[in-house]
Every structure is written in C-alpha cells, then in structure tokens.
C-alpha cells in the first residue's frame, strides 16, 4: 500500500478532514504546495518513480523545516509528468503536454477555492520545467491568489556545484545528484554499483543544456536513446548516500526559505 | 513523505526498473492495474483521501493474494478524481471530466505501450464511475489489449449485504462501508465517535441511487449540500474495525479472483 | 421524407412555435425530455436505427400516457450514438464520446435557457450510458434545473425478467426485448424470421454484462465481432409481437411515473 | 412518435439492415447524403424545425427524383444547427460551431467507411452555410471520397426569383420562400394569417446579405432581435401554398440533378 | 528585415504606443481591421505569401484613402491561411481550421477591449473564407462590437468582370486577377512571362466555383493538384500592370467605402 | 503597407515561389527558422511590435551573416504571442497559451514536410519562452528532423552583461537592451527621451526573474501592473543608438553561430 504513508508529515492535505484544510487555507498567508513528478525510467539502477520520490522528499523536508506559524498544505505529488523523451525505453507513464496541464491548472484551481493565498508548484523533472512556467501563468491570469513555480533542483546551485565531484555533465539523469538523493533517502530501491551504468550527458551543441544544473539558452528536443544506451546520463559512480544527505539538506533549506519568503509576501 | 512506502508491495510499477517493468510487461497473460481514486470531502470524520487509500488498500491487498505466477504491475493510483458535486464542501481537488478522461487514456496507453495483455482499471469513487466506464471504450478502441474497468465496492454485494447492520442508504458517502474499512485500516485517520455526523443517503426519487451497493436506473445530479449538513451519507455510528476486516477480506478475495480471471483469459 | 410525421404528439419540441415552447417551460414544474438513441448495426434482421426508433416510442408512449397538467416537451431524439464497438459491421455512425457529449450538452443548455424546471435525458443505446450518466453531471454543474437521466431498458426491470423467455444472454444487442418491441411498434422494419440469426449474449467473465437486464460490475470492451458473426446478440427467435406490446406498455408506464416525479418534485 | 415515419422513402440510411447499407455503399458510383437542419424560433407562425423539415422533405423528393441505378442513401437529418443569434428569442436548440463541426465530421466519416464514393452534405440553415463549406474541407483531407456540400436554397436562384412575388429581403427567414414551401407540404404547422408577422430584411449595409438569394460579400454578425420584433423576416404574407409547390418542384429537381452528376462523376 | 516597414502607414497598430492605440480606440465609431492572407503555393511565377501581401495593400490602400476623421487601426496582417488543399505542392504555412479560428478570435478579442466599437476581418484567400464567416459569428457572440467580415475580391465584382480580359475561370488562384496586382504592386516578385503556367479554372460541376468572381453554390473539396500541374490556375498570360492598378483603385475605394460605412453606422 | 519589404532579404520564405522553397529545403543540412514575436505594450516610449520588429531584425541580421553555403529560410515572424500580463495596460493582441502553441506547432510542422533537416524557432519574447520549449518538445516528438528553440536575448549574456551601463534590473521590458536596439534599427519608432519612463524590474523574491538576462529559479505570475505605472520596466534612459549597434553586432553573430552548428550537425 502507497498510501499507507498518509499522515506521516503534518502538511499533507489528503490526510485532513475537510474542516481542518479549510482551517489552514484562511489563516493569514496561507500557501498551498503541489509536488509534480514522473514515472520514466531511470537507467537500470533507480526505479522508475524516483522524480517524483525526490520531489515528495525534498517538498516534505522542506515542510518539516517550518516553523508552525507557517499555514500551509501540500497535496500530494502529480505522479504523472511529461516524459515523452523516455518512451522508447519503456517503464514510462507520461502525460501529453496539454492533458498534464489541465491536471495541474484543475488542481490547483479547486485547491484555491478553499481560501489560500497563494500556490506554489514544486517540480521534480527536467522535462515538466517549461510546463510549469506555462502553467503559473494560465493559473495566475485567473485568480487573485500568487502563483508561483520552481524545479527544485535548479534552487541553492552554486552550493551544490561546490560540493559536486563529478564535472559539468555528471548531475544528469540518474547521475551524481539524483543517485546520491536515492541513496540517503530511499537505498534499498538503488540497484548495486555494477548496474549503474551512465553516459555523460553530451550535449552536441554547446548552446544546449548539459547537466541539470546548467541548461543553456538552446532548447534540443532529444528522444534519450540518442544520449544513453542503458536511459541513465551522468556520473552515478561518484554518488554517494552521504553527499545525497549535504544535498537534501541544502535543498530543503532553501526551499523552505522559499515557502516563508511567500508566506511573509501574502499575509 | 508520502512516497516512503513505496516498494512495500511486490507489484508496485513506481518502485521498479524500467527492465524490470518490461520483463514483467512481456510475461505470458500480463496485466496492468490502474487504481483511480479521489481527493474530496468525506465529512468530519474521514480525511479527503478517503477514496484514494481505500482504492490502494483494496488493490495491494488483491495483488498480495496472487500467485507469483500471474505477472501484473499496479501503477500508483490516480488521486485525483471527478468530484464537482463536492466542492461547495471544501476539501475538494477535482478534475474535470474530460481532463480526468484523458489522464487515465494517456496513462492506460503508455502502459500498454510495454507489452501488457491487458489493463483493469479498479475505481474508488462513486464520482468517477461512469468516467471509467467511458475510457473502458475509449481505450478500448485505440489498442489490441483488452480493456476493462470495475469499482471496487460493487464487487461481491451480495456478501457485503450479508454482513451489513445498516438498512439501504447507510453504505453511502462516509458510511458504515467507508469508516468500517477506514477503521480496520487506518483507525489514526478516523476522527472520534462525536463527529461522525451523517445523514442517511435519502433520495427523493424512487429508481435514483441511494446506497453504494444500490444505484438504481435514474442519474441525478445532486451536489452534496442538498443530502447532508456534514458531507458525510450514510451511517457511519454503525461502523467497526472488525466489519472492516470482514469487508476487506471479501473484496481482495474478489477482486484477485478478477484478476486471475483477467490473467487466464489473456495468455 | 422522415420529419412528415413532426407534430404527431403533443409534446414535441419541434412542431411548437417559439412562444408555445416558452408558455410550456415557463409552468410551474416543467419538464425537458432529450431522447437520445443511436444508429447502429442490429444484425441481419433489425435496421439500424433500432434504438433511436425504440427511445422515441418509448418516450412518446410515456408522454401520450400523461395528464396535460404534467407541462413538458419533448426534443427531437438525438439519433446519432457513441457506437465505436459496431464499425466493424458497417452500417454504423458513431459520434466520438466527447464530440456526443457536447451535443447533449448543448441541446440540454440552450434548452433549459427557456425556463425548464428539469431536464431528463432518455437513453436507448447501451454503449451511451456512461456518456448519459457523464453528461448528467457536466450539466448538472451548470444550471439550477434538476438533471436527470436513465437508459429506457433499466426501468421495471424486474418486470420485465418475468415475461422473458429467454435466459440470461437473450435480451441483449437485437435480441428478445428488442425484437418484440419492433415486432410490435414497426413490423415491417423485421425481416423474416429465418434471417433473425443471433448468438447468446456469452461474456467470458463472470462479472461482465450478459443482458440488457443484467450489466454486471465489470466493464470490458468487446468489438461487437467478438461476440457474434451476425452482430446480433441475445434471442431474437423468441421474440413476438404480443411480448413487444406488453413491454411496451410496462416501460412506457414506468417512464411516465418517471416523468410525472419529477414535475411533482419541481414545482 | 417522429420516427414512425421511417421507412418512407427507398433511400433512408435509418431503416436498412447494415447487409443492405453496405450493398449500396459499395455500388459503382454510391453517394452518401447528409441533410443538416436547425431548431431555431421562426416567428410566430412557423415551428421551430422549419429548416430541418425543409431540407429533409427537400432531399427525400431529390431523391424520389432519381432514378433506381443511383445508388445513394440519405442520413437523418441533423436537426440541430449553429444559430447562437436567434437564441435571445427562445424556441432554439443551437450547437456550439466547433461542436456541430465535428458531429458532422463523425456522420460523414463513419458513413464513408461503408465505401461510398462521395458524401454530399445539403442544408437548410443559412447559419450553418459556413460551417457547412468548412466541413467539406477538413472531411476532404480526411478522405479519398469526392466530399461535397451546398444550401439548398441557394440552387435555381434564377427560376426562384422569376416566381417571386417579395421585394428583395422578402425571401429571408420565415418569409415568402419557407412560408410558402411550409404551405405547401406541412400547412398544419403553420399558423394563420392574422400571426405571420414579420419585416422585410433590412441590413444597413448595402454588402450585407439581404435576402436568402442575395447573400453580399460583407458578412455583419446579428442578433436576430436587432431585425425583428417578431422573430420573422421577410414576406410572409406574400406566401402561398401554390408557390410553395412550384418551388419544391424547382429546388427538388435541381438537387436531384446535382445527386446525378455526382454520381455520374464518381462512378 | 521584414518589419522594417512599420510605421509607412499612418493606421498600423504595430508602430503605435499603447497610449495612441487607447486614444484612437476610445474615439467615437472606431474600427478595428484585421487583415487575414495566406502562405500557399501560387505556382511559379508567384511567391508564396501573395495573398498576404494583396489583402496587406489592398487594407494599407483603403486606410490612406479615408479621411483622417475615422478612427481605426490595422493590426498586421494575419499571414498564417487554411490551406490544406496546397499542401501536396509544397511552399505552404497551413493552420488547422479550428486553430486558425482561435487565433482571428483572440485577436478580434483582446484587440476589442481597448475599446473599438467595430471589428472587420479583411481577408485575402479563399480557402480561409468560410472561416471568416465562421469567425464573425462567435466573436459577434461574445462582443458588443459590431463584428463583420469580408473576402476583398468580391467586393465590386461588376466593375471587375467589366475589365476583365479572361472568360470565367482566368480570375482564379494564381491568374489575371491576382498576377495583375502583383504586377502593379511587386514586379520584381513575379516570374517572367515563360513561367506563367497555368490551366482555366475547369470545374466539373456547373454549380461549384470556378472564378474568383464565381462562387457557386455547390462546396467542392478538391486539392489543387487535381486541376493544375503548375499549382496556378486561371489565365495568367492576360495580367497586366495596368490592370492591376485598376483593380486596386476599384477595390481599395471600395473597401473605403466599406470601412466608412462602418464608422458612421456605429459612432 | 507592411509587407512591401517582402523580398528584402534573400532567406524569407515569403518571397519565393513553392518551386525555390522545396529547392531549399532539399539541400543538405537545410534549416528552417520560425521567428517568434509578440504585439504588447512596451510602455510610453517603444510601439507595441517591439518584440516583433526586433526578433525580425536579428533573424535577419543572423541569416545575412550566413555563407550562401548555409541553405535555410527564414518566415514570416510570427507576431503574435502570450501576453495576459500585459492585458491591464492596453495596446496588446494576445493568443491564448495553447492557441499560440497549435500555431507554432502547425507552421513548423507544414513547413518540416517541404524536407527541411531542422526547424529552429527563435523568440523575442519573454513571456513566450516557455512556449517555445513546450513547441520543441511537442513538434520534436512527431518528426524526424531536429527541433530546436531560442530566446535570442539569453545568447551572449556574458557579452552584454560586459557592455550594460545598468543594474541588474536594467534590462527589462522596455529598458536599456531593447531601446537601444530600436534607437539603433528603428529610431524613428522610438518616443523623445522624456517620454521614456520606466521602473527598475523589483521582483520581490530574491528567487525571481528581475533581468532580461538573469531569470533565477523561481517562476512568478505578475500582471505588469504590479511592477510598473507606465508598462515599461528598466532603465531606458541608459540606451543608446551605439549600444544598440553593438548588441546588435554580439547577438546576430552568436545566432548566426547557431545556425551553422545546426546546419554543420544535420547535413
């Protein structure tokens, strides 16, 4: 059972009577959070669900790291991203472009009814980023709560660049960064070290995005087969649980200085 | 985090390799199971993602009953429903229909896309039924897998009404059949006695719906204020851990039947 | 010319003036009735239009059956179904879900701008009762009026079980119930009896529909070939003129009470 | 019952068997008519499906016209149309454009799978001209079928005008031409002389469209209440019964002609 | 650079400021004009974009010949047609029908809401004039502008066949009419005389269109390469400069007059 | 008449015929180009095509410096774009968000089947940009050729951060970049400097875009009314003509750059 989690942190919405939500969403600065992922593979070494694990991770720790005075809600991750670059590899379940976006602008729209001020889309993959820009402006045009959106893991990157071994390229898919979150947070679903094999992320053109932390000004439409022969790109043999932990923590942090920054905005 | 549990249950899509999902996907009979719930107020007493946990119960639980021989996944369940007749409640994260139909096709279809023989889409919620039923057909159409769709507590009714202590309309919306289940699986989320507030389901007109277990041949839109001061249907003071258990046991043993049904049927 | 016979019952829409619709939908307790059939292969011995002539029957039989306290009108019925399951037969056009959907809600929209109290969908084809029930809540959502709807074949049903001949599997798809209502309203629209070739409604699954009378709690999508190489399903070789006529009158009074309900309720 | 009166004509796709459907579909030279009306207020003295039994009762006497060595069939008419501008006055059953647009694609495209050579949509809204032409065009990219479309009234303008009696902007809607074909072939649907109000066309700009047979190059969007009190425009009281019958001889021979080329041309 | 010449006409939304735009719209009896052409194969003595540099001139023509006392702005001209019927020569920019309609009602709308109190849609192809007209009707229906909307080509139609030297079927896609503008307005775009291929018009209905200036009353769905081999079609050997300037003094005063009309009906 | 300039330089699409376009597009390593605009208030001092003229221009300014080895062609810009926060101030045609994305979609897609290698759309508009990456994603899935996409002003950040007189904050809409490209391509455009009033771009969140150039992690919805009185925001007193030549210089060649390396990859 999934969902047998239900209720482990106190912000999660799917966890309350209707009563409390409402409670939350009209104190002063409220602020409603939707963790969006995906299910697309993730190479032979991390399982298929691994954006959205980390993007509920990150999201949760971030909460956790708030103060009480802070009223917020988050419901539970959108599962379902847009990954058609992953297809060909199979194991993906992906949303067309538009479909994805009514299910966010749906969710956060009746999310909004109930009284918050503001809503923040926290994304975990690379492939919904411009769907969330697009989506905090077709929701912002209609309604007078803030709309906000961020890809967690372009936050707090001079930090994570410092403490990064691998070189530009090696915080891919399924390489440095997103291995060592795995295995600080959920070890027991990383395949062995042997099956983590990767190539670099090597993007042709030197306009186009190389590594989750540098995404150039070129967008290239890429279908991943033609980056990596096993779906993975980057430096998984550099992760490391510890790493994973310095990275959470300064991910966390920054997001939660993020949901106080918004709340402090709309109170 | 609610993605911490992710791996307890052999068959869980989100916890795999995408080599592993293939392997799995090409095995002789192979199906693929879709839980759709919902997020919407369930009363005082029931937190808003009553549907949603219940319909993931259900499923792990069936799942768990099978033979090791019957290859089949179950993606993460769809926890976001059809719900517009709840929202004046509060609580409420709801699609459109047309938006909620297009998230299940996309992901039935790129599931198929790795070989499954077949996709059984199991629902929680009342709400979604006909949607179900609709892209039962819709996919249907677009695939040589065979297609099916079932909600759960309309499987084995006769036994269900066996062990009832409620008369028709008790078995409703946060009723004696939800809050039983609930409390054999997740007492911590039910709230006390006292608030167990609820109506019994009182359809005006004869041939309507009035019991989970009764739909009747006529559809009436209602929103949910015109039943209940609460939100909640039924009668929930009639509820017991120990009916929940019995009810559990009935509807797991039903639903892996339909599995295995499904199974035989499509090697 | 088919629109010869406009005006041959006193609740028809489209025989009215547009100051006769609106003295109609301004009485206290008004009722809107859209029919709503399909045009689809009925095997060798039924014309294609077997549902749309039977929802129209059925529904101006109910309305001839009423007081002329009772005000309504009745819309044209929408003739064109959702029937993707029959194209392989030919002879068959089928609307896509949605693109039905839309009609009936804007046939529904624009004719409660009138001042109706109620609208009441009335349905004749199996493959439209998810769209039905769909459409009663995407309507239902947009107007004050009561939205209702029923698939004709579902009322009185346990009447009806009592005068079959046929088993479980012989009132289905131009079967036994079929026939004879045809038999009795439009003979010479049956061919002979020796062309009446059908199979016994036989679903695999225990759980799946096998009758009109019988739908089950598990949907599957079956091209219509799957089930018979006549595309006709169920018993016609039992159906007579006499049976027709006492369904007929069964149904047709049971729908008037359904009527005569709602204006009560709306007034 | 309106669809008692199937089965009139040799030609209605409603009341064959799908054996003789396809039989006549795949004759040399097979053409599939489409007939597309509207339920909209047509004044005080006429009902609200003129247009649909004009082009109905116009197709059926094309097709009487014909000879047996054409194989053709007819559709049902479409009854509702696109007339969002006569709405304020009540009476109307419209579509959304994009709506109706694809209702017809759906009718032409199943209708087309049975093997007809080329489908010829005919109308009788003048609302719907443009859509109508639309229609022809994206059908045709979707086919090898000739697709064909045209407004009835918009054929034999010449020998229509030598017989009118009305000014220009007397034949318009509900005026000398529908009154009169109306007189002709339904007289007890239209009322008496003492309600056929109505005023001429009276476009303020001399482009604009001023007649059923003088349409203009300028296209101007009106609400039918900024024409007329009544609902009518045109010169009813001009109508006859007799001159009715003229132009149905006129318009029904002209569209036959039109069917014999088209089959003539696809054979 | 394209839009190098912006601001050569005193009427071109694009050069203005916000706060002009806002001073002509607020003026009594403004017009809005939105010009709408085409980028399609014009065979290969003309480029592609000719039917959007016609409507540009033919709008840019009419605007300098008004007095500077009527308020109105010309936004760019649309250059983007439906012109699936191309396509197979290549050379063409086709939207899909419903597409291109979203876009001419976003412009009309959100240029509407400076508060213009007339749209008029000027249009320069063809293929895109029942869009227009479609246009017309679902902006009119959400505005209370006036909304109109015409193909300049049928405009003075009678002064045009007087100076015609082809027979009908010479003014068509690519022919005398079109070729003498372009030689009047952009010589240097236009091929020498020995690649002016071109086959007459040769429609094989008598009732469907074969002129620019010959409609007819029957809609053909024909792709141009079932009546050209060069892509042209009409009688480009008898275009002349001259011509061209007639043409374009009689239709631009004409449009002016139009655009006068206009601005006096709704000041 | 905005498009005399057609035909100004020798890479437009417009200018040519179908026969010299397919010639093109036939050539090894061939390139089309969709620049991408916007019409929206740019403030009291620039006109409302700013994003338009300039996108124009650098495309053009790019294409020049190309090798006649380089076969590509250029279309007409799109001028059309996502501008609702714009609305408040007047002066804007804004498409919708999904609008806007079937146009791009639908021209690259029609002009892709003339043969072309690559399509790469480059964007003058902030609001658009991730339109653009939405369009590369959804038009890169349905071709085989390379599907790319820029906003021109992130190319060559490091150079202009190099020449900038302002803050960060300074280049923004309507500020020092885009005035001093329009003091130095179209300074007859371009209102008296006591007209060019504007705010410093003050994103609230440190998170936040406040720069052209530095559009940090943290996407925010703001009407441009929230920022700024006059519409424009920067530091357009900072422009100048020179800087603007220099700009120009650094951003054409670097596209330029772009499009030999696309060029160089698909041949």
Same mark, same amino acid.
């Given at each position: 059972? =999934?969902?047998?989690?239900i209720?482990?942190?106190?912000s #999660?919405?799917?966890?309350?009577?209707y009563?409390e =939500?409402?409670e +939350?969403?009209? *104190?002063?600065?409220?602020? @409603?959070v939707v963790?969006v992922?995906?299910?697309?593979?993730?190479?032979h070494?991390?399982?298929v669900?691994t954006? /959205?694990i980390l993007? !509920?991770?990150? &999201?949760?720790? *971030?909460?956790?790291?708030?103060?009480?005075?802070i009223?917020h @809600? &988050?419901?539970?991750? &959108?599962w379902?991203?847009?990954?058609?670059?992953h297809?060909?590899?199979?194991g993906?379940?992906? %949303?067309?472009?538009n479909?994805l976006?009514t299910v %966010? #602008?749906d969710?956060?729209? +009746?999310g909004?009814?109930?009284?918050?001020?503001?809503?923040?889309? &926290?994304?975990?993959?690379?492939g919904n980023?411009?769907? $969330?820009?697009?989506?905090?402006?077709?929701?912002?045009?209609s309604?007078d709560?803030e709309v906000?959106? /961020? /890809?967690?893991? +372009?936050?707090?990157?001079?930090?994570?660049?410092?403490?990064r !071994?691998?070189?530009?390229?090696?915080m891919?898919h399924g390489g #440095?960064?997103?291995?060592?979150?795995?295995?600080?947070?959920?070890?027991?679903?990383?395949?062995? +070290?042997d099956?983590?094999?990767a190539? *670099?992320?090597?993007e042709?053109?030197?306009?186009?995005?190389?590594?989750? @932390?540098?995404s150039?000004p070129l967008a290239?439409y890429?279908?991943f087969?033609?980056?990596?022969?096993?779906?993975?790109?980057?430096?998984?043999? %550099?992760a490391?649980?510890e790493k994973?932990?310095?990275?959470?923590d =300064?991910?966390?942090? #920054?997001l939660a200085?993020v949901?106080?920054? $918004?709340?402090?905005?709309n109170?």
């Open positions: 059972m =999934i969902y047998e989690s209720g482990a942190t106190d #999660e919405w799917a966890s309350k009577s009563p =939500i409402q +939350t969403a009209n *104190a002063d600065g409220s602020v @409603l963790p992922g995906s299910i697309e593979q993730h190479g070494h991390l399982p669900a954006d /959205t993007v !509920d991770a990150v &999201v949760s720790g *971030a909460s956790e790291k708030l103060d009480d005075e009223p @809600l &988050v419901t539970p991750p &959108v379902s991203g847009f990954s058609p670059h297809l060909p590899f199979g993906t379940l992906s %949303l067309d472009f479909h976006q %966010l #602008e969710v956060a729209q +009746t909004l009814e109930n009284g918050f001020d503001a809503v923040c889309f &926290v994304n975990g993959h690379g980023a411009s769907l $969330i820009d697009a989506v905090v402006s077709t929701v912002g045009t309604t709560a906000l959106g /961020t /890809t967690y893991f +372009t936050l707090a990157s001079d930090e994570i660049h410092n403490l !071994d691998s070189d530009i390229g090696g891919a #440095e960064y997103e291995t060592s979150l795995m295995l600080h947070l959920r070890p027991e679903l990383v395949a062995d +070290t099956q983590r094999e190539t *670099a992320w090597d042709h053109y030197e306009w186009g995005g190389s590594d989750l @932390l540098d150039g290239v890429r279908s087969d033609e980056y990596s022969a096993s779906g993975a790109i980057g430096a998984p043999e %550099l490391s649980a994973g932990a310095r990275i959470y =300064i991910v966390t942090s #920054e200085a949901f106080v920054a $918004i709340h402090e905005h109170r």
